[in-house]
Nanobody, 115 residues
């Protein structure tokens, strides 16, 4: 059974940074295409970053140049480094499969950017 546990969210001011973590069990993250998603109030969940098994990364235009996805194979964990945060980045962030197909969603981690 796949379990994904997100953490690292919080309340920050515009321009600040956060690093989100996604600890996985039941899968080996280095063998999967992994993605970070977010869902803002009243909006659909969207993919913001993905990393393939080969290490190639891709980003939504709205976060390109500010967010970085990475993974630690030894810890079986995927990260999302978020810099220069904006109010519009406020959302619940989730990790999951970055391509076709989904595992059960975790609880997510809330990111709130506000002055």
């Amino acid at each position: 059974q796949v379990q994904l546990v997100e953490s690292g969210g919080g309340l920050v001011q515009p321009g600040e940074s956060l690093r989100l973590s996604c600890a996985a069990s039941g899968i080996i993250v280095s063998s999967k295409k992994m993605g970070w998603y977010r869902q803002a109030p009243g909006k659909q969940r969207e993919l913001v970053a993905s990393i393939t098994s080969g290490g190639s990364t891709n980003y939504a235009d709205t976060v390109k140049g500010r967010f970085t996805i990475s993974r630690d194979n030894a810890k079986n964990t995927v990260y999302l480094q978020m810099n220069s945060l904006k109010a519009e980045d406020t959302a619940v962030y989730y990790c999951n499969h970055g391509g076709v197909g989904r595992w059960d969603w975790g609880q997510g981690t809330q990111v709130t950017v506000s002055s």
